[in-house]
């Protein structure tokens, strides 16, 4: 089996998360929204507990974490929630970024279908939005501004405190997706001028299938979303449906691990860096995103000579890596993140992106530079 | 797993000596914190109780949410861990 380095697209699952979730399906199977015996009581408590260890990653209180079904979730009720709110104040100007996620991208393209004026701000070569591309496009009747946290493709750390000065003071609500950075870049998330937040269980060894959306109090007060599906009232009434407590809970285990082993994981990932851009070096291949600005446990290059196709195919037995998002891999589609970043079309085609973590085991960066040799002949 | 009974003592201290946990509620509390042994296997309950302690408050209900944990939150995980 090929050593797994595509840990943008989804994680390995904890030990220890599988032990908790296994306990909520086998045996603790109660109905959190019952709590009228212990099996409904037992499940409510695990969610609370969950809520709170979710919480405390990005120094949020429990009750601002609204479980859903994963960051693309998170960001439509984010994104999509406000609808209402900007037709009634007036308010119909949205801001984001040409390298959002499509999970960003599709429903700001929705709120313009419905009227509202959407305004996609360019990056730099170096994969980072300039924050003052924002501060020259924040109107008084901006509503929302939506800017991820790290780069799926890339892994490029996006500048959240420069953005916070530049909103200190306008009233636009602020959203953060932070499907990459949650639980991996801790201080940049406690930055109490970030409204929303949106997570997923599966990027930090959690679960699949459960995610959150982290709603801020202004003045004691939630951010004004509407639901995007009723019946059933759970989770304030944003997100009804019966929780998965076993994914929630196992979301919370992971959450823990996030918070205490962060710089144990970071630092085995450091170390997995210095062979993979060693042996990528011997290639030639060009980094795509400032190393400097780069999370520890991504690189996103291109091969000179070697399509991405090609090379994902001749590594298969040896290392499993991808080409762009899990969400738009398949789809064949050139990266739009590169595009943006100004890339050239032979760049954007020969680039592949690796992601590993702290479990990942030895690669033999020989084989994968000898496979990749041959190809180019 | 003595980390996260230590952890359990000194919330326990700190609930105790500076804010409102009651004797008769740190008292069982202490019981478990200083019997790891006896709690083996146990540790998630342990941990939901690390939480409630460090959130306890005795106003937990009141208002229109509970926004922290009472001593019915306390006394329940209690139960549990001696089932």
Redesign the interface.
């Known amino acids: 089996m090929a050593i797994y380095l595509d840990c943008n697209a989804t994680t390995p699952v904890e030990p220890s998360v599988v032990a908790?979730v296994t306990?909520f399906l086998e045996k603790d199977f109660g109905n959190a929204a019952s709590p009228i015996h212990?099996y409904g009581?037992?499940a409510r408590?695990?969610v609370e507990?969950a809520r709170?260890?979710v919480a405390e990653v990005v120094k949020a209180?429990?009750?601002e974490v609204i479980f859903t079904s994963g960051a693309t979730e998170s960001n439509n009720i984010a994104l999509l929630g406000f609808a209402g709110r900007g037709m009634t104040a007036g308010r119909r100007h949205v801001i984001t970024t040409a390298i959002e996620h499509k999970a960003v991208l599709e429903p700001v393209a929705e709120l313009g279908r419905l009227g509202f004026e959407v305004e996609i701000l360019p990056v730099q070569p170096d994969g980072r939005l300039d924050p003052q591309r924002l501060a020259e496009a924040l109107r008084p009747e901006t509503l929302l501004v939506s800017t991820m946290q790290v780069n799926n493709e890339t892994g490029v750390l996006q500048p959240l405190a420069e953005l916070a000065d530049i909103l200190e003071g306008h009233e636009a609500w602020w959203h953060v997706d932070a499907a990459q950075g949650f639980g991996k870049e801790i201080e940049q998330l406690r930055n109490p001028r970030i409204d929303l937040i949106a997570v997923s269980g599966h990027k930090i060894y959690g679960p699949k299938g459960v995610g959150a959306l982290i709603a801020r109090k202004r003045d004691n007060l939630f951010p004004p979303l509407q639901p995007l599906m009723f019946g059933g009232g759970q989770e304030q009434g944003l997100r009804p449906g019966t929780l998965p407590v076993p994914l929630v809970a196992g979301f919370g285990e992971a959450a823990?691990l996030a918070l205490r082993d962060h710089e144990a994981r970071r630092e085995k990932c450091r170390a997995f860096r210095v062979g993979a851009l060693t042996a990528l070096d011997w290639l030639g291949a060009e980094q795509n995103g400032a190393e400097a600005l780069t999370l520890p446990h991504a690189v996103n290059v291109s091969i000179p000579g070697i399509g991405s196709d090609r090379a994902i195919n001749a590594l298969k037995r040896v290392i499993a890596v991808s080409s762009t998002s899990a969400c738009t891999s398949h789809t064949r589609t050139p990266s739009h993140v590169l595009q943006a970043m100004g890339c050239s079309p032979e760049r954007v085609e020969t680039s592949i992106r690796l992601s590993w973590c702290h479990m990942t085991p030895e690669v033999d960066w020989n084989d994968v530079t000898a496979i990749l040799r041959t190809m180019r002949g | 797993m003595d980390q996260l009974f230590r952890e359990l003592e000194e919330a326990t201290i700190d609930q105790y000596d500076n804010k409102d946990l009651p004797k008769w509620l740190a008292d069982p509390v202490f019981e478990v914190a200083r019997n790891p042994a006896k709690y083996q296997g146990k540790e998630?309950l342990v941990?939901?109780l690390v939480?409630q302690v460090r959130?306890y408050d005795i106003y937990a209900e009141t208002g229109c949410?509970k926004?922290a944990y009472d001593h019915e939150?306390l006394k329940?995980?209690l139960r549990?861990l001696e089932e």
């Open positions: 908790v306990r212990d009581v037992f408590t695990a507990h709170g260890l209180r429990r009750d823990k | 998630y941990e939901i939480a959130e949410c926004w939150d329940r995980t549990w």
